[in-house]
């Protein structure tokens, strides 16, 4: 397991070896992380498993990672740093690799790429920005558009369907009326998120009650705040609030016995009621490592390929919360179902083709690996019809 780091500039300094950025001879790649979510582990898995694929990493490198120490390895560095869902703290680890001349940012989530863009933004000679599980790419500044954006920068966003998710609540509930959400108003994911989720309820005929919340410690008066005004169904955003105060939102919606909504599929084994949303969050890694690999190549030049964009949409529930809640989930939400939690275990016979801890690499000689790359590059690539088609789209907005 990767260790969570103090973020304190100083004690960056002292537990990372002083000339690890200093070495011309091989590639320095700052490692960046909000939290360690479960999606974040995953995707963190598909990168580095990646990185042994390639050869940048030996085995008893990749295996001394999982304690998250900085790496001074045979055929690349690693600077490790991860916010522990502390904001303020991601523009100080930014700063930081920076200040140690990182050849390229690996980036996971979109709180991280979006302060490591604007802060190389205007630089001269930036390093390359490489985000994954980057949910919100032209709506925080990161990109304007999938081929338009800051020449040093490419990614790949997982598309979360809310327009699939919300409905959900009139399956399980034909007779609801009244939902309800927790937005930060400090996170743009979680803004963005509730502003869908209130679009959507209502245009579905519900009302959309909104709470906000700030710190762990405001949790209980949001969910408060939603009970006293009637809702039948908390439908969460992506949010690391929500995130990490989910054992405070289960025990509420117990006491009123209302089921709880995510849009991140691995929130199930949390206990949410019913998780629908991306899953691949593992292969979201592994498409990072590929851009990253491909750039440090040669291969790509990052200003002529557009952001990669994942879709996929799974459902999984949690009979044991359902259960706590006292509810009784609908037939025909169980029959769409990838899989559910009963009696603490994950059912067997039900689709199965969703992210589980412990993913690996598929076998692939390095020559089938390359090849497999210099493919998915190709789709990638972005043509001047593409790019003109993408900037009237944009003017046509403006305008």
């Known amino acids: 397991m990767f260790r969570r780091i103090v973020l304190n500039a100083l004690l960056w300094l002292t537990l990372a070896t002083p000339a690890l950025a200093q ?12 939290a360690g979510t479960a999606p974040v582990a995953a995707a963190t898995d598909g990168i580095l498993d990646s ?18 120490y900085d790496l001074n390895g045979e055929n690349i560095n690693l600077l490790y740093r991860d916010a522990g869902f502390d904001l303020p703290s991601v523009n100080l680890m930014v700063e930081e690799v920076l200040d140690r001349g990182a050849d390229a940012l690996v980036t996971i989530t979109t709180q991280v790429a979006q302060i490591a863009v604007s802060a190389t933004r205007d630089m001269e000679d930036p390093p390359a920005i490489l985000f994954s599980l980057v949910t919100a790419p032209f709506d925080t500044g990161i990109a304007d558009a999938p081929c338009i954006k800051p020449d040093h920068v490419a990614g790949t966003q997982p598309v979360l369907s809310f327009a699939e998710y919300v409905p959900l609540v009139l399956i399980q509930n034909p007779d609801i009326k ?17 502003e869908r989720i209130k679009a959507i309820g209502e245009s579905l005929g519900l009302t959309v009650e909104v709470a906000s919340a700030i710190t762990l410690a405001d949790l209980n008066v949001a969910a408060e705040s939603l009970f006293s005004k009637g809702v039948e169904a908390i439908v ?6 929500t995130l990490q105060g989910t054992p405070v939102l289960l025990q509420l919606t117990s006491e009123y016995g209302i089921p709880l909504y995510a849009p991140v599929i691995q929130q199930v084994y949390r206990g949410v009621t019913v998780a629908a949303g991306f899953h691949g969050f593992y292969d979201e890694g592994v498409i990072a490592a590929r851009i990253l690999n491909a750039h440090l190549k040669g291969d790509i030049d990052l200003a002529d390929i557009r952001i990669n964009q994942s879709r996929s949409f799974g459902i999984a529930i949690n009979l044991d919360s359902a ?7 609908s037939e025909d939400l169980l029959a769409m179902a990838n899989f559910v939690i009963k009696d603490g275990e994950r059912s067997a016979g039900m689709a199965a ?3 589980e801890p412990g993913m690996q690499l598929g076998d692939m000689s390095m020559e089938e690996r390359r090849a497999a790359d210099l493919e998915f590059f190709a789709g990638l690539e972005c043509s001047p019809e593409m790019i003109a088609e993408q900037q009237a789209a944009l003017d046509a907005q403006a305008g």
């Open 353 to 355: 083709d969703v992210d």
């Open 236 to 241: 969460l955003s992506i949010n690391p609030l």
């Open 323 to 329: 259960a706590e809640q006292g509810i009784e989930i």
């Open 178 to 194: 009244t939902l309800g959400t927790i937005v930060t108003p400090d996170q743009p994911t979680s803004l963005i998120g509730a």
């Open 51 to 68: 990185l042994e694929a390639y050869g940048y990493l030996s085995s008893a490198e990749r295996a001394a990672l999982n304690e998250s």
């Open 23 to 34: 070495d011309d001879s091989k590639p320095t790649i700052a490692f960046l992380r909000y």
